[in-house]
């Protein structure tokens, strides 16, 4: 639920960025190629990143200009010369960043200490891109309580110390794409915002926060941006006998797995949808749409899932300033939306909307603004920011974008119903064993062990399913039938993946566990009842799970289980090939629902009950 506010402003936004522009070809002044390889890697991320210029506070020898801590504190007093506001009228200074100059203590405290600031409350968010949104949403809170009159929130990053060619080409990282991807893409900068509880009007217009919306899929997903832990995430740098070594064994190197970055933007529109659903925005009345993409690469990423989802935003409300500020992790929200107010003339009723993902361990954070004019009184305009249910209109994430309108309310459903087993599933024992990084090849081996008998079981209760379908589902039967006959004899991949990871049961011999039993009880005797449409429910869950799941677990099964190619034919296949399958689904649902509309509900109910069941059988696979 986002955090709604009724009385919190943005009086200011201000920004630094260190130094001069420093262009592409510059680059190397400051952040160097240190072989053939890392110079191959950086023409192909800026060539997709679109970038053209950024900053660093450092020169060309690699000697700090600027410390973190003056580098927000220069943001701080940029926003505060913008407005009547002293840094002695502020209370409460609350900062966002991956990091500070020091260890310890808090950035926020060394920002005030810099600043020489008066004795004043403090919070410091450690993160990465929305660690600037956890601090903002603090001090809003703070505000909305009436425990501060005036805050002041930043955010600060400066990764080119990390970056420069001295400390990092000595660690060897030549080919290394995890820890040099990030070196062409980061940047240094700081922005800040002045919030408070009363507002004075510029221009005629005042600019409120509506709400702050933050959620962290941690325990869902692994690492996927990190500093301080090895190549492999099992060892941190303070395990090693000295900081020399820590550094030597690549545990100081920013990584980021990118690999694991399609899931980023998926959870976050699936967190918007939530947002449209429960009438908290609405994507024709978004004005302007502040987008933190870290690449241009990700923007037609960030389209196709807002078209699939029937939430489209007109590119020509987006901003962005990624191609002449660079990227500067949660500073980037506060510089954009400073350059933003600085170059736009906005009028009462706009609504402006803020994105902002995260890929450390995923988080999607959004914010909602509006310009408010100064004529209305602060104690109707707090009215204003209830939310308003409206429809949302919807499709799941892996199905096609050009849903039928007639489908839409359902796919919204079924969507919800995704979203919570997707997180229930990442979360369940196997699959957290294997995100941990603790997985084995007896692992492995149980788990295909007890589901090769649920996948033999699948073409049977589709055909059942059709013997059961009356004539005038004749098409519908027709691509059961397909489907059945594409999936007959999967399970006979599975099962030589069993093999090729040491199994030595017979076929015949293998095992459902309780969840594969009951999954598998549920659906043939569903598909024994007249017309059991509601089993399209379950094809939908168990399809999604083969597109939207499995691919992202193969990487790590091959990464932690010492197996041939040959041991993951299945899921190889599957990763491949279910998206297809998903068109075909809905293709199918169609013919339904033009025949009997009460049949949603059908498969509504069967997809809630075979991801209860599906979730069984994951969660019971590391019981024997």
Same mark, same amino acid.
């Given at each position: 639920?986002?955090?709604?506010?009724?009385?919190?402003?943005?009086?200011?936004?201000?920004?630094?960025?260190?130094?001069?522009?420093?262009?592409?070809?510059?680059?190397?002044?400051?952040?160097?190629?240190?072989?053939?390889?890392?110079?191959?890697?950086?023409?192909? %991320?800026?060539?997709?990143?679109?970038?053209?210029?950024?900053?660093?506070?450092?020169?060309?020898?690699?000697?700090?200009?600027?410390?973190?801590?003056?580098?927000?504190?220069?943001?701080?007093?940029?926003?505060?010369?913008?407005?009547?506001?002293?840094?002695?009228?502020?209370?409460?200074?609350?900062?966002?960043?991956?990091?500070?100059?020091?260890?310890?203590?808090?950035?926020?405290?060394?920002?005030?200490?810099?600043?020489?600031?008066?004795?004043?409350?403090?919070?410091?968010?450690?993160?990465?891109?929305?660690?600037?949104?956890?601090?903002?949403?603090?001090?809003?809170?703070?505000?909305?309580?009436?425990?501060?009159?005036?805050?002041?929130?930043?955010?600060?990053?400066?990764?080119?110390?990390?970056?420069?060619?001295?400390?990092?080409?000595?660690?060897?990282?030549?080919?290394?794409?995890?820890?040099h991807f990030l070196r062409w893409m980061l940047s240094d900068g700081a922005g800040a915002l002045l919030l408070t509880g009363n507002p004075?009007?510029?221009?005629? %217009?005042?600019?409120?926060?509506?709400?702050?919306?933050?959620?962290?899929?941690?325990?869902?997903?692994?690492?996927?941006?990190?500093?301080?832990?090895?190549?492999?995430?099992?060892?941190?740098?303070?395990?090693?006998?000295?900081?020399?070594?820590?550094?030597?064994?690549?545990?100081?190197?920013?990584?980021?797995?990118?690999?694991?970055?399609?899931?980023?933007?998926?959870?976050?529109?699936?967190?918007?949808?939530?947002?449209?659903?429960?009438?908290?925005?609405?994507?024709?009345?978004?004005?302007?749409?502040?987008?933190?993409?870290?690449?241009?690469?990700?923007?037609?990423?960030?389209?196709?899932?807002?078209?699939?989802?029937?939430?489209?935003?007109?590119?020509?409300?987006?901003?962005?300033?990624?191609?002449?500020?660079?990227?500067?992790?949660?500073?980037?929200?506060?510089?954009?939306?400073?350059?933003?107010?600085e170059t736009h003339t906005l009028n009462a009723g706009e609504k402006i909307l803020c994105f902002i993902p995260e890929s450390g361990r995923?988080?999607?954070?959004?914010? !909602?603004?509006?310009?408010?004019?100064?004529?209305? @009184? !602060?104690? %109707?305009?707090?009215?204003?920011?209830?939310?308003?249910?409206?429809?949302?209109?919807?499709?799941?994430?892996?199905? @096609?974008?050009?849903?039928?309108?007639?489908?839409?309310?359902?796919?919204?459903?079924?969507?919800?119903?995704?979203?919570?087993?997707?997180?229930?599933?990442?979360?369940?024992?196997?699959?957290?064993?294997?995100?941990?990084?603790?997985?084995?090849?007896?692992?492995?081996?149980?788990?295909?062990?007890?589901?090769?008998?649920?996948?033999?079981?699948?073409?049977?209760?589709?055909?059942?399913?059709?013997?059961?379908?009356?004539?005038?589902?004749?098409? !519908?039967?027709?691509?059961?039938?397909?489907?059945?006959?594409?999936?007959?004899?999967?399970?006979?991949?599975?099962?030589?993946?069993?093999?090729?990871?040491?199994?030595?049961?017979?076929?015949?011999?293998?095992?459902?566990?309780?969840?594969?039993?009951? !999954?598998?009880?549920?659906?043939?005797?569903?598909?024994?009842?007249?017309?059991?449409?509601?089993?399209?429910?379950a094809i939908y869950i168990i399809e999604g799970t083969g597109q939207r799941i499995v691919p992202a677990l193969l990487p790590l099964l091959?990464?932690?289980?010492?197996?041939?190619?040959?041991?993951?034919?299945?899921?190889?296949?599957?990763?491949?090939?279910?998206?297809?399958?998903?068109?075909?689904?809905?293709?199918?649902?169609?013919?339904?629902?033009?025949?009997?509309?009460?049949?949603?509900?059908?498969?509504?109910?069967?997809?809630?009950?075979?991801?209860?069941?599906?979730?069984?059988?994951?969660?019971? %696979?590391?019981?024997?």
């Amino acid at each position: 639920m986002p955090t709604r506010l009724n009385r919190v402003y943005i009086q200011a936004a201000g920004y630094h960025l260190p130094g001069s522009p420093v262009d592409n070809e510059a680059m190397d002044d400051f952040i160097a190629p240190i072989n053939r390889i890392s110079l191959r890697i950086k023409n192909k %991320i800026l060539a997709e990143n679109g970038i053209q210029q950024r900053y660093y506070a450092i020169d060309k020898n690699g000697s700090t200009t600027v410390t973190h801590a003056r580098l927000a504190a220069n943001a701080i007093e940029d926003c505060l010369q913008r407005t009547n506001t002293k840094l002695d009228d502020i209370s409460l200074l609350t900062m966002g960043s991956t990091g500070s100059d020091a260890l310890i203590p808090g950035f926020a405290a060394m920002v005030q200490g810099e600043m020489g600031a008066r004795p004043m409350e403090t919070l410091s968010s450690l993160g990465v891109c929305a660690s600037g949104i956890a601090a903002l949403n603090y001090a809003a809170q703070s505000i909305e309580l009436g425990a501060h009159q005036n805050a002041v929130v930043a955010a600060a990053e400066m990764p080119s110390r990390i970056f420069k060619k001295s400390r990092f080409a000595p660690r060897g990282y030549q080919s290394d794409f995890d820890a040099h991807f990030l070196r062409w893409m980061l940047s240094d900068g700081a922005g800040a915002l002045l919030l408070t509880g009363n507002p004075q009007a510029k221009n005629g %217009i005042r600019l409120k926060i509506n709400w702050v919306h933050q959620k962290s899929f941690a325990g869902d997903y692994p690492v996927c941006m990190q500093l301080g832990l090895t190549e492999d995430r099992s060892k941190s740098f303070l395990d090693f006998p000295s900081s020399s070594e820590a550094e030597a064994g690549g545990a100081l190197a920013l990584r980021q797995d990118i690999r694991l970055l399609p899931h980023l933007f998926d959870v976050s529109i699936h967190e918007y949808v939530k947002l449209v659903q429960d009438g908290w925005v609405h994507s024709k009345g978004v004005d302007h749409f502040l987008c933190h993409y870290s690449s241009n690469r990700f923007i037609p990423v960030v389209e196709e899932l807002l078209a699939k989802a029937g939430l489209s935003i007109p590119r020509e409300r987006w901003y962005s300033n990624l191609t002449t500020r660079g990227n500067t992790g949660s500073a980037s929200i506060f510089i954009m939306l400073a350059e933003f107010l600085e170059t736009h003339t906005l009028n009462a009723g706009e609504k402006i909307l803020c994105f902002i993902p995260e890929s450390g361990r995923m988080t999607a954070a959004y914010m !909602l603004l509006e310009v408010e004019a100064a004529d209305i @009184p !602060l104690q %109707i305009a707090s009215a204003i920011a209830a939310p308003i249910q409206q429809d949302a209109h919807i499709a799941p994430p892996h199905d @096609p974008h050009s849903a039928p309108q007639h489908l839409q309310q359902l796919l919204q459903s079924l969507a919800s119903v995704w979203h919570e087993y997707r997180s229930q599933v990442w979360r369940s024992p196997i699959v957290h064993k294997l995100v941990s990084n603790q997985f084995s090849v007896d692992d492995y081996r149980n788990w295909t062990a007890q589901w090769v008998p649920q996948v033999r079981e699948g073409s049977k209760w589709m055909r059942e399913a059709v013997v059961s379908l009356t004539g005038e589902y004749s098409e !519908l039967a027709d691509l059961i039938n397909t489907h059945a006959g594409e999936e007959q004899n999967d399970f006979k991949i599975l099962y030589e993946d069993y093999l090729s990871a040491g199994g030595t049961e017979a076929l015949d011999n293998l095992q459902r566990n309780p969840g594969g039993d009951a !999954l598998n009880t549920y659906l043939h005797s569903l598909a024994a009842t007249k017309n059991p449409l509601g089993l399209l429910g379950a094809i939908y869950i168990i399809e999604g799970t083969g597109q939207r799941i499995v691919p992202a677990l193969l990487p790590l099964l091959r990464k932690q289980v010492d197996l041939p190619a040959s041991a993951f034919r299945f899921l190889d296949y599957h990763g491949a090939n279910d998206e297809h399958h998903l068109a075909r689904w809905l293709s199918a649902v169609e013919l339904v629902l033009a025949k009997d509309t009460k049949a949603a509900s059908a498969i509504l109910a069967t997809a809630k009950r075979t991801a209860q069941l599906y979730l069984m059988q994951f969660e019971h %696979i590391l019981d024997t």
